[in-house]
């Protein structure tokens, strides 16, 4: 229920973040989302385990993959196209 939620929250926000941004807001929207989407699903993953070391690791996991999507997007919304593809986005 948790998964199903959080992906018609994506959706909608989604949505409405189409309406008033340009093309490159949209794109760096999108990795955002699907960052966190990965995120949530080894946050959800942690959860499942039994092991405190596993559980551990895949809590860092996803933080180092919010982290990466953040700054990705943070990128592709204050570089130019040409430079974002010169740091290999």
Do not use: H, Y
Not at 7 to 19: D, P, V
Not at 30 to 43: G, P
Not at 69 to 84: L, P, S, V
Request: charged residues 30%; contains cysteine; glycine residues 4%.
């Amino acid at each position: 229920m948790k998964k199903i939620f959080a992906i018609a929250l994506l959706a909608g926000t989604a949505a409405l973040s189409a309406c008033n941004s340009s093309p490159r807001e949209q794109a760096a929207d999108n990795i955002e989302a699907n960052a966190d989407a990965v995120a949530d699903n080894l946050e959800d993953a942690a959860d499942d385990v039994s092991n405190d070391t596993a559980e551990d690791q895949l809590e860092n996991k996803a933080d180092a993959v919010r982290e990466t999507g953040e700054k990705k997007a943070d990128d592709m919304r204050t570089n130019d196209a040409d430079t974002n593809l010169g740091n290999g986005i």
